[in-house]
Nanobody, 127 residues
């Protein structure tokens, strides 16, 4: 199981950015897929959790209404569309996969201990 996140960069407040997560070695929709982030000096936190069962996505309150997850199963890719970004969105963003039986949002999502992780991609929101 491998995950590769990309698409981070510098964006101005109010702007948009799209992160990509390419999965390999497993079937994407057999796993819960999570986006997480870790800001400097803070704990890693869940951003979104996409269900392996019905493809629905749960969003953390700070990003609800601004971030949207989509999947391209044929390309084994999950996207995180970030709109109206704020300085507090600055963090390293990770995608992760988990194949336990629990649906999103799972205990492993809340605790940020999904089974498989990609490397992070840095998002900096600054003017």
């Amino acid at each position: 199981v491998q995950l590769q996140a990309s698409g981070g960069g510098l964006v101005q407040p109010g702007g948009s950015l799209r992160l990509s997560c390419v999965a390999s070695g497993f079937i994407l929709d057999y796993y819960n897929i999570g986006w997480f982030r870790q800001a400097p000096g803070k704990k890693r936190e869940g951003v979104s959790c996409t269900s392996r069962y019905d493809g629905s996505t749960f969003y953390a309150d700070p990003v609800k209404g601004r971030f949207t997850v989509s999947r391209n199963i044929a390309k084994s890719t999950v996207y995180l569309q970030m709109n109206n970004v704020k300085p507090e969105d600055t963090a390293v963003y990770y995608c992760a996969a988990d194949n336990n039986d629990n649906d999103c949002p799972s205990e492993s999502w809340y605790g940020a201990y999904f089974g498989f992780w990609g490397q992070g991609t840095l998002v900096t929101v600054s003017s």
